[in-house]
């Protein structure tokens, strides 16, 4: 596979949320066009995108219509259903494939075969009814947490189960078949962000450190305060996972450090993700600009550090702070076009850049507690 596709053609954006439209920016900042797929009218891709197509992601004559448009598609959304992926590999480029994405889309899957292939994941029970729950968590004790095999993001559809008391809450997951896993005790949270070009070149970025609040990504510190072994490990399994799996295009995978700085991978994403947003001013080359690059057959670019930054997320309740943000000198202000602002909705992000670390991680500490 190596399709070379040059700026003045058109890429297919398949979901249209601040991920297209964080892509849409970087292809037209190289001179491509976006055509995006997206049921919601002038979502955040589509109000810089060229053309917009408002259809559910299964519409065949909406994928048609994106296939004959453009040169090229790929996602930023990984609950598109796969077989409409699938059946548009027919007609359509898309170097990203589906088979990623299909076992990105079910937990049980996911980590079934990432333990198949040799990547170690937390260790896990398959979970179906309530009789099941018990008898896993005299397996793997308490504390756990159920989360639901598909569906779930930012934290939805997990319980944490402390105790006995915590039950009740946990069995309203039980619909679905779940994962119930072993509550870890890590050091830290990290992931890696690495793009591979259907020219076959892979390039990792500089990991990063990631901290959760109410399991939603909050911040994300580059580089992380990891030891040089964790941060080459965590490379390392970023390239292996390339190759493993022969993908095309750019995967977050996220880590838990243990205190023996053993890394577990937590769980994949077959796309730019949150914790790469701070690529955009910290790196020679964005997540953005590289994952263009990997699927339209260039050589990537440098992943290179060339500051360090603390990358926080702007949720609804956070959008009171704007005005004083942008009024800060090593402070970028990204906010995403969206119109329903709730509480735990991702509005936008800030990355603080700097070169001294400490004090931009005290910085934020300042403006966001
Ligand atoms: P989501 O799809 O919602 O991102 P994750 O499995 O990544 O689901 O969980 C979200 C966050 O919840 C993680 O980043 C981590 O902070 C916390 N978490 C998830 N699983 C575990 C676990 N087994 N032990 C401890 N914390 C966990
Ligand atoms: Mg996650």
């Not at 066009?33 to 909406?62: F, R």
């Not at 292996?240 to 993908?247: L, R």
């Not at 977050?252 to 205190?259: D, G």
Request: proline share 3%.
């Amino acid at each position: 596979m190596s399709k070379v596709i040059l700026p003045g053609s058109t890429i297919g954006i398949i979901g249209g949320g601040q991920l297209g439209r964080m892509l849409a920016i970087a292809a037209k900042q190289m001179g491509y066009k976006i055509a995006v797929l997206e049921p919601t009218k002038n979502g955040p891709c589509a109000q810089v995108a060229d053309l917009e197509i408002n259809a559910s992601y299964d519409d065949p004559s909406a994928l048609k219509q994106l296939a004959e448009k453009t040169d090229v598609i790929t996602y930023e959304f990984e609950n598109i259903p796969v077989k409409a992926i699938c059946n548009l590999e027919k007609c359509a480029y898309i170097p990203q494939g589906y088979r990623l994405l299909e076992i990105s889309q079910n937990r049980v899957i996911e980590k079934t075969i990432l333990n198949e292939k040799g990547f170690k994941t937390v260790d896990f029970e398959i979970v179906s009814n309530q009789e099941q729950l018990k008898e896993k968590i005299e397996i793997l004790k308490y504390p756990c947490v159920l989360k639901t095999a598909t569906g779930g993001y930012d934290g939805k559809g997990q319980v944490v189960l402390k105790n006995k008391s915590d039950l009740d809450k946990a069995y309203t997951l039980l619909t679905n078949s779940c994962v119930l896993e072993k509550y870890m005790n890590f050091k830290g949270e990290i992931s890696a962000i690495v793009t591979r070009s259907t020219n076959g070149e892979i390039k990792v970025f500089p990991i990063s450190e990631n901290i959760h609040v109410n399991n939603i990504l909050s911040k994300t510190i580059v580089p992380a305060r990891v030891s040089a072994i964790v941060e080459k490990k965590a490379k390392e399994i970023a390239i292996n996972f390339m190759k493993t799996f022969d993908f095309y295009g750019t995967v977050a995978i996220e880590m838990f450090v243990l205190e023996n700085d053993e890394i577990l991978i937590n769980e994949i994403a077959p796309r730019v993700h949150n914790s790469g947003h701070y690529s955009i001013e910290a790196c020679f080359t964005s997540q953005f600009e590289e994952h263009i690059r990997a699927i339209c057959g260039l050589k990537l670019g440098s992943t290179e550090l060339v500051q360090k930054a603390v990358m926080v997320n702007l949720l609804g309740k956070d959008l009171e702070k704007v005005t004083e943000l942008l009024q800060i000198a090593n402070c970028k202000v990204h906010l995403y076009g969206k119109t329903g602002v709730k509480t735990n909705r991702k509005m936008g992000h800030v990355t603080f850049i700097g070169t001294n670390q400490e004090k931009i991680i005290n910085q934020v500490k300042e403006i966001f507690g």
